[in-house]
């Protein structure tokens, strides 16, 4: 009988211990770590208070990382949402051909960032890149995309939305289909116009995967890593560094721990008051059918 | 409108346009990672090389122990795998069959890991491994996600959705719970099981932050490491190289792909929305 009560503790303990070793723990330490100054070397970590804090607002550098993640995120959501929902109307269509166009925008989804980064490092590059010569032809002259300060973060929003917007495609039209159609049917017989329809039906529907997008888009783009690293390396003049590659930089590079760790933990609270914020709107304003 | 030919003529137009954009730049890869390094120097582009040089292929495996970094990503992939089955599929089913005291703040921690990226506690957690002796070794790979909040969230909504009747028959039939979970839930989870293998094992295959920040030899570097590195070769970069290299690391992808096509869009379509 006594095991018939410690059963289910005994089936989540396993899973319950890998979140705690390498999530909460984590977390704790990080919070901790960010109220001291440490070099990861000296066996003393100095309690610092809230120094690490008011420097990080202080620092030049980091009010533009802080900059350049938001217009990153801002634009890489609104732009891949509203292609992509675009391409949903239109390729939400049964038929070989619409299988092969979903499948071939898809594709980059699944591929390693590793091999995208590297794939528009050379399609980018300024005198031998294919997007100059295509841009040549039309009597463009050539584009330091990821050399001038004043394309480059753009360059990397359009990798983004690049491969992000298959799997929102495919996300928009999952949604589409599981609005029920008798309702278009009665829209039809009233004569509503199409743009009409869209506004006043098609998008109050398709409200909650918008929202659920829109959330995971922002938290998603947050945690940019990859094309930074290897593109750009957060340059040039520090125009494309985001949160994680600054964390990333000052812990490993520079081995300030407690000052990344403060970076960290803003990150969290960023994170976090979007997550609260998707939340919040679930349960109130979206539209359940 | 509908039948109008021209409207025809420009959705043709339009859907090859679509497949240009997001297929093109891999033909492009494809078309470089055959090219001698002067031929990529050509301007304008050119699409179809003189020769088919083969020996790029060969030159970007040869660059490094490419056969360690193949059997690194092997055994972190499946690894994960296997741990996250072993630890999720016992959760889910006591979070969806058993009413036990704390098991909404339990069930709450879980849903909570959901939401904190590993980007976001990459350093805390090395700073940890460091300290346990695991870093550079395939363990800091495979251990910080041999659970998935994400898995025992899906994993649980199918567990709830298997009538109480079928358990209940099970029991009378002495059936242990062990028992029932490997010979009533599994199978009957195993679409969703299936989705989900295919999620993580695509994910922990491509990954390149997590072993970046954790390893610093070769010993227990993964592929896209291994691929990331061909930049530093002899200064400039060789594009027809590096592309080579690349192509090694897509192309087994792809191919997968152009098989499964439909089971995988449908796995990371249910696995997004649900």
């Known amino acids: 009988m006594s095991l018939g009560k410690a059963r289910p503790y005994i089936m989540i303990f396993p899973a319950i211990l890998v979140f705690t070793l390498f999530f909460l723990y984590p977390i704790g330490y990080m919070i901790y770590l960010s109220f001291h100054d440490w070099n990861f070397i000296s066996p003393d970590k100095n309690y610092v208070g809230f120094d690490n804090f008011a420097t990080l607002l202080k620092d030049a550098k980091f009010m533009q990382v802080l900059q350049n993640t938001f217009i990153y995120s801002a634009l890489t959501v609104s732009l891949t949402i509203s292609i992509s929902l675009l391409l949903a109307l239109w390729l939400n269509r049964k038929g070989a051909m619409y299988g092969f166009v979903q499948g071939a925008i898809f594709s980059p989804h699944i591929i390693s960032l590793v091999s995208i980064s590297m794939l528009w490092m050379w399609l980018m590059d300024t005198d031998y890149g294919l997007l100059n010569w295509f841009l040549n032809l039309f009597g463009i002259s050539n584009v330091p995309w990821l050399t001038d300060p004043k394309t480059s973060l753009l360059s990397l929003i359009i990798v983004a939305v690049w491969k992000g917007i298959g799997y929102y495609t495919l996300i928009f039209i999952a949604g589409l289909q599981s609005i029920p159609k008798d309702i278009y049917e009665a829209a039809a017989l009233d004569d509503t116009s199409k743009v009409r329809t869209f506004f006043k039906l098609t998008l109050p529907m398709l409200s909650p995967t918008l929202f659920f997008l829109t959330i995971i888009g922002l938290i998603g783009s947050f945690q940019v890593f990859e094309t930074i690293s290897i593109m750009t390396g957060g340059g040039p003049i520090n125009s494309t560094n985001t949160i994680v590659y600054y964390i990333y930089e000052n812990g490993f590079r520079f081995f300030k721990i407690g000052y990344a760790s403060t970076a960290g933990v803003l990150l969290l609270g960023i994170i976090g008051v979007f997550t609260i914020l998707y939340f919040r709107l679930l349960s109130r304003k979206v539209h359940y059918q | ?274």
């Open chain 2, 1 to 274: 409108m509908k039948k109008n030919p021209l409207w025809k003529v420009l959705n043709g137009i339009g859907l090859l346009l679509l497949i240009t954009i997001f297929a093109l730049p891999f033909v492009w890869m494809i078309s470089t990672s055959f090219k001698t390094l002067g031929e990529t120097m050509v301007f304008p582009p050119k699409w179809i090389p003189d020769n088919l040089l083969w020996e790029n292929f060969s030159k970007a495996w040869n660059s490094g122990p490419f056969l360690k970094y193949f059997f690194n990503s092997t055994i972190v992939a499946l690894g994960i795998l296997v741990l996250q089955f072993a630890t999720i599929i016992p959760a889910a089913y006591a979070f969806a069959r058993y009413k036990f005291k704390g098991s909404n703040f339990f069930f709450g921690v879980t849903m909570v890991t959901l939401m904190i990226p590993t980007q976001l506690i990459f350093l805390p957690v090395y700073l940890q491994m460091s300290a346990w002796g695991l870093l550079d070794s395939l363990w800091a790979l495979i251990l910080p996600f041999a659970s998935s909040a994400f898995g025992i969230f899906l994993l649980r909504q199918s567990f709830k959705q298997v009538p109480e009747e079928l358990l209940e028959a099970a029991r009378l039939d002495q059936a242990s719970e062990w028992q029932i979970i490997m010979k009533i839930m599994v199978p009957m989870a195993k679409p969703v099981l299936i989705t989900f293998a295919m999620f993580s094992f695509i994910a922990h295959w491509n990954d390149y932050f997590w072993p970046l920040v954790m390893t610093t030899t070769d010993a227990s570097r993964t592929l896209p490491l291994g691929i990331s590195k061909l930049r530093e070769v002899d200064g400039g970069v060789a594009w027809n190289i590096l592309m080579a290299g690349n192509l090694i690391l897509v192309v087994p992808i792809l191919f997968v792909f152009f098989f499964a096509q439909r089971q995988i869009i449908r796995a990371f379509v249910y696995t997004g929305v649900k």
